[in-house]
C-alpha cells in the first residue's frame, strides 16, 4: 500500500514537471521563432553573398541645372550568379534590419575607394560628389565612421568628396543618439 502511495505521489510530482517544462519550452519557443524570424534563410543568403562579394556599387550621376555631371549616389545591387540582378526592394529592408547593411555599406565603400583612385577627374570637375545612403543601425558600432575617415583620407588628393544621406525608413533610438551621430 505504502508504494502505490508512493507512486501516486511521485507521478503528481512529474506532473507538475512536466505542466512547468511544457511552459517553458512554449515561452522558448516563442522567443526562438522571434529570433530565427531576424535570421531567416534570407540572412544565410545574403551572408554568402557577401562573402562571394556579390554585392556591388551602381552609381547614379548627380546632374546640376547646366546638365553636367557633378557627382553620383552610390546604390547597391546583388548580382546573383542565377538570378541575375535582384533589386534592393527584395533586401534592403532585410539587411538593415539585422544588421548585415554596416558590411555592406563598407564593402561599398572599398569598392568606390578603389575605382576612384584610379580616376583622373578634369581641373573642371571639382568638387565631385560621392553619395552613400545609411541608416541608424549603421551608428550602433565605429565601423561606419571608420569607413567615412578612411575614405576621406584617401580621397585628399582627389577633388572628390563623401556625401552621406540618411535614410528614413528607420530612425534614431533617441535624439542624443542621432546628435552623436551627426557629429
Not at 502505490?4 to 522567443?31: P, Q, R
Not at 545609411?134 to 565601423?143: E, K, M
Amino acid at each position: 500500500m505504502l508504494s502505490e502511495v508512493s507512486t501516486v505521489a511521485g507521478t503528481d510530482h512529474y506532473g507538475v514537471l512536466l505542466i512547468a517544462w511544457t511552459f517553458i519550452m512554449l515561452m522558448s519557443a516563442k522567443s526562438l521563432v522571434r529570433y530565427l524570424h531576424t535570421f531567416s534563410l534570407d540572412y544565410w543568403r545574403i551572408r554568402k553573398a557577401i562573402k562571394l562579394n556579390q554585392f556591388h556599387p551602381y552609381i547614379q550621376p548627380v546632374v546640376n541645372d547646366c546638365g553636367e555631371v557633378t557627382g553620383g549616389e552610390v546604390l547597391v545591387r546583388w548580382i546573383h550568379p542565377k538570378k541575375g540582378v535582384i533589386s534592393p526592394a527584395d533586401f534592403i529592408d532585410r539587411v538593415e534590419e539585422n544588421g548585415q547593411i554596416v558590411e555592406i555599406t563598407s564593402f561599398l565603400m572599398q569598392k568606390c575607394l578603389s575605382a576612384f583612385s584610379k580616376v583622373n577627374l578634369p581641373e573642371a570637375r571639382q568638387h565631385f560628389r560621392i553619395g552613400f545612403n545609411v541608416c541608424p543601425i549603421q551608428f550602433d558600432s565605429n565601423s561606419l565612421c571608420q569607413d567615412i575617415e578612411h575614405f576621406q583620407s584617401a580621397m585628399t588628393d582627389k577633388p572628390i568628396s563623401l556625401l552621406i544621406e540618411m535614410t528614413e525608413r528607420k530612425e534614431f533610438s533617441s535624439n542624443d543618439k542621432y546628435r552623436k551621430a551627426i557629429h
